[in-house]
Every structure is written in C-alpha cells, then in structure tokens.
C-alpha cells in the first residue's frame, strides 16, 4: 500500500516538471506579448524593453524555464500581470470551488453510472439494458457544452428550476447547493456513460464465474449475489477507467466552468489565457495538473483497498 | 432401499436439461433418473462431459444463466417439486436443505472477501444469529474439516490458502447449516490422501448422526467401493447402469461400466482415476442412433445402431440400459 503511495509520488515529479515545461513553452509560443499587454497601447519601445527586462523576457528559454522551476518551489507563482495580485492567492480562492464541483460531478457520476450498469448487466438483452446502453452511446457522443446549454435552456430559463449562474455559497447552504445542482450533474453527465459500459462489460464476466455461482448456492438473494459479491469484483476496473478519465473531467470542468461561471480554476484559466496574464495561466495548468496526479493517486488507492491481493 | 422408497429424500425422474451453445441448443442430459434416501449414498461415476455437474447444477437449478434450462423431469424433494418452486423458495433450499460442494476449490472462494465472512454469510442467510455465535459456529465447521489453525483461517483471504484448504474451506460452508442433503463434485480431487480420508469419514459421520443424504460424484472407484450404497453410471447424458454397489461391482451388465471396472483390483493400488475405456468421448452434439455407446462397444450388435436401450431391471435394484443385459 505504501509502495503504492511512493511509486505514484516518484512518477509525479517528472510528469510536474514536463507540465510546468509544456506550459511554459505554449506560453511563449503565443503571439501575444506580455510586456505589450502590460504596458498597454501607445508604449514606447524603451519602456517595453525595460519591462522585457523586467519580466526576465529576454533571456534564453531553458533559463527562463530553470528560473521558474526555483520560483514555483519556493511557492512563488509570480503575480498577476492583470491585476497584480500574488497568483497564488487568486488559486487559492479559485481551487475550493473546483475541488467542490468535481467531487459533487464525481457524487453524481460514479453511483449513478454504476447503478445503470449494473442494472443493464442483470437484464442483460432485454430492453432496459438496450436503453441504458443506447443513451450512454448518446451521452459518450454529445459534447460537455451542448449538455450544459441543454440543461440551462430548459431547467434554467425555460422552466426556472435551477440557478445556472455562478456559486451560490457554501455547500451546506440551500443556495449553495441549488447553485451546484446544474454544474455538477453536466460535468458528471460526461462520466456516466463510460462508467455505465465500463460497469456492465465487468459485471457481466464477473457474473460467470465460480465464487458467483457459490454466493447463489448459499442462496444468497440475487441482490446480494449481484451487489455484494459481482460488483465487489467488477469495480477496480471501473476505478481505473475513473483516473484514465480524469482528464475529460478536468476538461469538462474548465467548459462547465465557464459556462455556468463557476469561480474555480478552469474559468480562471480561460480568462488568464485569454488576456495573455503569463504567471495566472501557468499556475492554473499547475493546479489542474496536480489534480490530475491526486485523482491519479486516490484511484491507485482505492484500488489496491478493493483487492486483499495487492493490499497486503 | 425399501425405507428410501417409502419416503425418499430426493427423488429425479426423467430429467432433461439442455444448454445454449454457439452452435444451437444441446441436450446434455435426459432421461435421468434416480433416487437417495435419507442418510444413504449414491455415487455418480462416468467419464468427464458425461453430464454429472449438470446433473448436480440441475437440482439446485443453478444452470448456467442464460444457457442452462430444464426440459423435462422433475426433481422432488421431501416430496416438494423444485422444478417448480420460485426462485423465492428454491433460494430457503439452497444451503439449508440441499448444499452442494463445486468442482473447482481454486476459484470457488470470492478472492475479495476473508473466509470467515464468506462462511458466516452462508449461515446468515438461513438462521438468525448474532456475529460472535455465527463467527464461533463457522470456527467449529473449520475444525471440523481439519483446517490447521482455524482461527487465523477466519481472518485470511482465499489466495492466502493452499488448493486444499480451499477445498475444505468449501465443504466446511456447505455443512454449515447442516443440510438434509449434500452434493459433492469430487469433492477431494485437491486433497492428500489423509485430508482425503478425514473428509470422507467426516461425511460418513453427518450419514449417520444426521441422516445427511449424500450425492457423491468421483472418478475414484476405490472411494466408491467405500461410501456408496448405491451407484449410478452416466454415458453420454444418460444412465447407462444403476443398483446398489455391491451388484453393480460384481455383476457389472453394461459394457462400459465392465470396461470402467475392468482394472479396478489394481486401481486401489495406484489410487487411480477412472480407468480409460477404448474410444473417445462422444459429441453430444451429434450423438448416434440406438446406444451412444455402440461405437466403442465391443459387443455393439446391429440392433445397438437403431433402437435406444431403456434401463431395465436385471436383478432387484440393479438395472441397465443394454440390449444384451439378460432380464430379471
Ligand atoms: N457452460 C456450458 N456451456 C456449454 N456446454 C456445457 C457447459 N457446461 C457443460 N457443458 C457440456 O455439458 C456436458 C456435460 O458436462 P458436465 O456435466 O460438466 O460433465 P461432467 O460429467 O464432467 O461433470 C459436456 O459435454 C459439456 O461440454
Ligand atoms: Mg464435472
């Protein structure tokens, strides 16, 4: 189990170091200038070369990279080249909510996608697993953002169910949740799908085999045989296909962010790049990247928890 | 026999299950019929595919879901039909009344949850206790089947267990409630010798103490000699020959059940398998006409290729299915 932990921790770095590297790179790549946005229109070339310098925009890349590698690991981001503040302190505000709207996605996505599969491996070829297995075809093929438009049109606007407009509070808040029910359930719409499929493919070979057939001959009801003793077995795969789709969620949460103006780190990302704010846009990679690694993680753990063979 | 007809514990007649392949749905056993009292043995012998699990599985109706399917026949229990009961009634037999110990020790267990919890749920299923009476209960049918220190057993996972402790881990959950009737597909196929003969004695003991039926399904004719009262032997899905052991060892009337027997004084020596009889195992698929057996009959007359030979009585109890066994 530990070796586990270490394992995950020792590979992390590198791929750190590569996606602070990518970043930064893509970042220069940009056709924009950094200098020129802070220095606004009409500057003069002087002061542009003096804040180059400044902003260490002149020295060589691998230079610039090293000095930002020091930089990042003594917590410095850097500050934001919009509105000066410590880029850290913007993710700080910004990391709460998009950890809070990808657990909620996750809340909804992970039982419900395993409900459905499991209910589609029991009845197998009869309709309701056609169903269930149609509409997560559907599901796979709509885009994150039709679902979220979808969703504001008619629970939003039409029917005025639902707020769709930024974080309402606190999640143990009425509004708080109110505010969150939209969001998460359409970035959690992206993962029932694959979870569903993922689910029944497992269910149904677990369902075959012998210790299936020793749970009913206890007689087990077909409830217990199914729920306790196949789904047990059939769910490291479906936990791993969780962490192989971690990056469709972290996607899906800078689109859904932006889309219901969500205050997390995916809309911050969008509006940094867009308005070239260099350390803002490669701190926001930062922090997605470190989810990724620590969904990553929680999903090794988890694994190794369900099977006594690699837990001890 | 004569008490066991007046109120058998488990009564099959003319069962016929049949299984989905690939290639269309094949008949695997029919006809089958035979009885066990209470507190007696009977030994189902026959080469591999001959359709003795399907046989077991039947009676339980644990066919292979959606494959598996009885045709025809019934199966009386205390002189209930479990063909016909609803997977509701048929869920309070299993375990309680009938338990059934599987072929395969290796992969019987589920690998993520610990022995104790696994016999435990067994006995919850059934009877109402609390857990430190259930955990006590499943620690003493641990001990019963020789498992060397039990209760460290209880605690551990099925992959921390030799095949053979598995084995006895699996009888120990069929006994568990104490079933009028026990089916077991060679059940010590994974065991030594002496595990083997504890095993056998144990259920030699529950025979007599409980009046525990036992279904006993072996390729090992020296443990048939041993444990059965009476003997069925399968070819090709159907019973070929049937009667109390002692007729059935000595006055042999099928060809192949002659031909399993054949070189039974030197199978106690090597603790054998089922002697090979000439020939392979047939496709039931494309069984041929008249006797299934007739290709590899050594005896096979014209008549054998056409008409299908009913189990008839020979002596007594002791019937055959063969044109040339001499009638009662
Ligand atoms: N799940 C299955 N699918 C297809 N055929 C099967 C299945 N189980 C058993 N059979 C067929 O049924 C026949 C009887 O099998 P079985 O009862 O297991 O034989 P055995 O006497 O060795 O226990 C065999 O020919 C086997 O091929
Ligand atoms: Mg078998």
């Known amino acids: 189990m530990l070796r586990v932990v270490i394992n995950r921790l020792l590979i992390s770095i590198p791929v750190l170091i590569g996606v602070l590297f990518i970043g930064f790179l893509l970042l220069i790549v940009a056709p924009s200038d950094p200098a020129a946005v802070i220095a606004g229109e009409g500057a003069t070339p002087e002061l542009l070369a003096v804040l180059r310098q400044e902003l260490g925009l002149d020295r060589p890349v691998l230079e610039r990279f090293a000095l930002y590698l020091q930089r990042v690991l003594q917590g410095d981001l850097g500050k934001s080249v919009i509105n000066k503040a410590p880029v850290i302190e913007e993710l700080s505000y910004a990391m709460g909510p998009t950890f809070e709207l990808m657990l909620c996605a996750l809340l909804v996505a992970v039982p419900v996608g395993i409900a459905l599969g499991s209910l589609a491996a029991v009845m197998r070829g009869r309709w309701i697993d056609r169903v269930i297995m149609m509409s997560s075809v559907a599901g796979l093929s709509m885009p994150g953002f039709m679902i979220a438009l979808l969703a504001i049109q008619y629970f939003g606007l039409h029917w005025g169910l639902l707020p769709f407009q930024g974080r309402g509070g606190p999640l143990w808040t009425w509004s708080g949740i109110l505010h969150m029910v939209l969001p998460a359930t359409t970035l959690g719409s992206i993962l029932i799908g694959p979870i569903a499929r993922m689910t029944r493919t497992a269910m149904l070979e677990v369902l075959t085999l012998d210790y299936i057939r020793t749970a009913r001959a206890k007689g087990l009801s077909e409830l217990k045989v199914v729920l306790k003793h196949a789904l047990r077995t059939a769910l490291p795969p479906v936990v791993t296909l969780i962490g192989l789709q971690a990056g469709y969620l972290l996607g899906g949460a800078v689109v859904t962010e932006t889309i219901f103006a969500w205050p997390g780190v995916g809309r911050l990302a969008i509006s940094a790049i867009a308005s070239s704010d260099f350390p803002m846009a490669q701190g926001t990679i930062l922090v997605l990247a470190v989810s990724f690694l620590i969904i990553n993680l929680m999903v090794d753990l988890i694994y190794c928890w369900l099977d006594p063979r690699i837990r001890l | ?328």
């Not at chain 2, 007649?13 to 989905?20: D, G, Q």
């Not at chain 2, 205390?78 to 375990?95: H, I, K, N, P, Y």
């Not at chain 2, 299923?125 to 039990?150: K, M, S, W, Y």
């Not at chain 2, 042999?252 to 027997?261: D, E, S, V």
């Open chain 2, 1 to 328: 026999m004569t008490q066991a007809e007046a109120n058998p514990l488990l009564r099959v007649t003319r069962l016929r299950t049949s299984i989905a392949t690939d290639m269309g749905r094949m008949v695997v056993i029919s006809d089958v019929s035979f009885e066990v009292g209470a507190g007696r043995t009977l030994c189902i012998v026959g080469e591999s595919g001959c359709g003795k699990s399907i046989t077991s599985l039947s009676i339980m109706r644990l066919l292979p879901k959606p494959q598996g399917r009885i045709e025809a026949g019934h199966v009386s229990f205390l002189g209930r039909d479990l063909t016909a009961l609803s997977e509701r009634e048929m869920r309070q037999v299993r375990g309680r009344d009938i338990s059934i110990v599987f072929q395969e020790p290796m992969t019987a267990l589920n690998p993520v949850f610990t022995i104790g919890s696994q016999l435990t749920e067994a006995l919850l299923a059934h009877e109402r206790c609390g857990t430190a009476q259930a955990r006590a209960r499943a620690l003493g049918a641990l001990r019963e089947v020789g498992i060397p220190d039990p209760e460290s057993r209880l605690d551990a996972y099925p992959h921390q267990l030799s095949g053979g402790q598995r084995q006895r881990v699996v009888i120990a959950m069929a006994l568990l409630c104490r079933p009028k009737l026990l089916i077991a597909d060679e059940p010590t196929t994974a065991l030594d010798v002496t595990v083997q003969a504890q095993i056998l004695e144990l259920f030699r003991q529950l025979r007599n103490s409980h009046g525990m039926g036992l279904i006993l399904i072996t390729h090992d004719l020296g443990v048939v000699a041993e444990m059965a009262d009476d003997v069925i032997v399968m070819y090709a899905g159907r019973v070929v020959e049937a009667g109390p052991v002692a007729s059935i060892f000595n006055r042999p009337q099928h060809p192949y059940t002659i031909g399993l027997l054949g070189s039974l004084p030197k199978v106690s020596e090597r603790q054998g398998r089922l002697p090979i009889v000439p020939g392979t195992v047939p496709n039931l698929m494309a069984l041929p006409e008249g006797c299934g057996f007739h290709p590899r009959c050594p005896l096979a007359q014209r008549r054998c290729a056409v008409d299908l030979p009913l189990l008839n009585a020979v002596h007594g109890d002791h019937r055959a299915a063969c044109w040339l066994a001499p009638l009662d």
